[in-house]
């Protein structure tokens, strides 16, 4: 089958079984191109949550799956590439941060939502990479932990009084981009802004002229007189910036910065997962209720 069949079969049996596809701004253009719903992280989890379908085909990587399981508990949530995983999820265990809060008696815990959910069920309260100030400075006490992603972690402290104690993680896609990098672009594209995500090294984020995250992107894209952008995340991103502002440009700040978690998901994947209904998401009851708490005090500032 070529890829517009692939493409033609899918929308059909979707539509049979009254299903949804959800794709993350990373995923490849063919997976954007079948999705009903694109966006970030939370975004595309709470819409999982808002849906009338019951059945919801997530690509993306494991936790955000999780994380849709956790707020629509009663759907039911399919990812055709259950091995899409992310490595920055995994640089902290539910056990070790059960550790560390033991080391710091008192303190609050903030977990970004690039975190498991056991881990999740761990902590205060959840942030995205959109919102991490506002959930930091919403906190009582002077001192916070801050979970899985020491980059974000200080872009945070950048923009509160409060003293944020980091976990050694970070994502290795977004730690891999380099101020020279930035620098190489801007002078190949002189007229360019640059906008990065806060999962960028501080020396990048220093040199940026804004820090949005995926959805944050998406949105100044559609909203910015400028006509050139050099992006410093994922260049999965730069697929669906193009598609909707064709009149702009769009060059990744790093040709490398490539998730290989994120492209794991294929359009025959995502079919097999249709026909075969696989392969299922679920979040035991008792973690997904405690990780439901944080994401909920989240949501709610
Ligand atoms: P967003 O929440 O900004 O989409 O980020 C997700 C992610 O995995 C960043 O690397
Ligand atoms: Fe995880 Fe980074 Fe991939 Fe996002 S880009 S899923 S944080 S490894």
Redesign the pocket.
Request: charged share 10%; with cysteine; hydrophobic share 20%.
């Given at each position: 089958m070529n890829t517009e069949e692939l493409k033609k079969r899918i929308i059909r049996l979707k539509k049979d079984k009254k299903a949804i596809i959800i794709a993350?701004?990373?995923q490849i253009g063919d997976i954007q191109d079948v999705a009903d719903f694109i966006?970030?992280?939370?975004g595309l989890s709470q819409q999982a949550a808002r849906v009338k379908e019951d059945i919801i085909v997530f690509c993306g990587?494991h936790f955000m799956a999780e994380t849709a399981a956790i707020l629509a508990p009663e759907k039911t949530i399919l990812m055709p590439e259950i091995k899409a995983g992310?490595p920055?999820a995994d640089m902290i265990t539910a056990e070790e941060l059960r550790q560390w809060k033991h080391s710091y008696p008192g303190r609050r815990v903030v977990c970004y939502?690039?975190t498991t959910a056991a881990v999740k069920a761990e902590c205060d309260i959840c942030c995205?990479?959109?919102n991490a100030v506002k959930v930091v400075n919403s906190l009582d006490g002077d001192e916070i932990l801050f979970a899985p992603d020491k980059n974000l972690a200080a872009y945070a402290a950048r923009h509160t009084r409060k003293k944020i104690i980091p976990w050694d993680g970070y994502?290795y896609?977004?730690n891999t981009i380099r101020a020279k990098d930035v620098r190489e672009k801007r002078a190949l594209h002189p007229e360019a802004e640059v906008w990065v995500?806060p999962?960028c090294r501080p020396e990048v984020i220093d040199i940026a002229d804004k820090v949005l995250?995926?959805?944050?992107m998406v949105r100044e894209a559609r909203a910015t007189q400028k006509k050139v952008v050099i992006i410093g995340?994922?260049k999965g991103i730069i697929y669906r910036l193009k598609k909707e502002n064709p009149d702009k440009d769009f060059y990744p700040a790093r040709d490398q910065a490539f998730?290989s978690n994120m492209k794991k998901t294929d359009l025959k994947k995502v079919l097999r997962s249709l026909e075969e209904m696989v392969h299922r998401v679920d979040v035991p009851l008792e973690i997904s209720r405690k990780a439901r708490g944080a994401i909920e005090k989240m949501v709610a500032i």
């Open positions: 993350h701004n990373y966006g970030d992280s939370l990587v992310c920055m939502v690039n995205t990479s959109s994502c896609v977004h995500h999962e995250s995926t959805g944050g995340t994922e998730c």
